[in-house]
Nanobody, 127 residues
């Protein structure tokens, strides 16, 4: 069983930056694509971004492209989400997720393509 633990959430002001971290409990992290999703109150879970196993392939949603950056450190079993120019609409619980199965090294934008999920970390952007 893989455990994913997010950290780094908090309350920030509009325009601020924040970096989220997600650490995996398993060494298999290094061969799996990772994703970030978010869910605002009363809304469905939304894709934010994904990174392939080696970091060569990264995909962002239109709403965060050019403001958010995903990176990973396989030696630390950790994936990061650097968020800048934060807006009130970025307020949500942010989840990291790890792919499983034969296509696990490759990026994916659909939540159904991820096997393991973290508990989430709250990000609130105040105006």
């Amino acid at each position: 069983q893989v455990q994913l633990t997010e950290s780094g959430g908090g309350l920030v002001q509009v325009g601020d930056s924040l970096t989220l971290s997600c650490k995996s409990s398993r060494e298999s992290f290094g061969s799996k694509a990772m994703g970030w999703f978010r869910q605002a109150p009363g809304k469905e879970r939304e894709f934010v971004g994904t990174i392939s196993w080696n970091g060569d392939d990264i995909v962002y949603s239109d709403s965060v492209r050019d403001r958010f950056t995903i990176s990973r450190d396989n030696a630390k079993n950790t994936v990061y989400l650097q968020m800048s120019s934060l807006k009130p609409e970025d307020t949500a619980v942010y989840f990291c997720a790890q792919r499983g199965g034969a296509l696990a090294p490759n990026v994916a934008t659909a939540a159904r393509d991820y096997k393991y999920w973290g508990q989430g970390t709250q990000v609130a952007v105040s105006s």
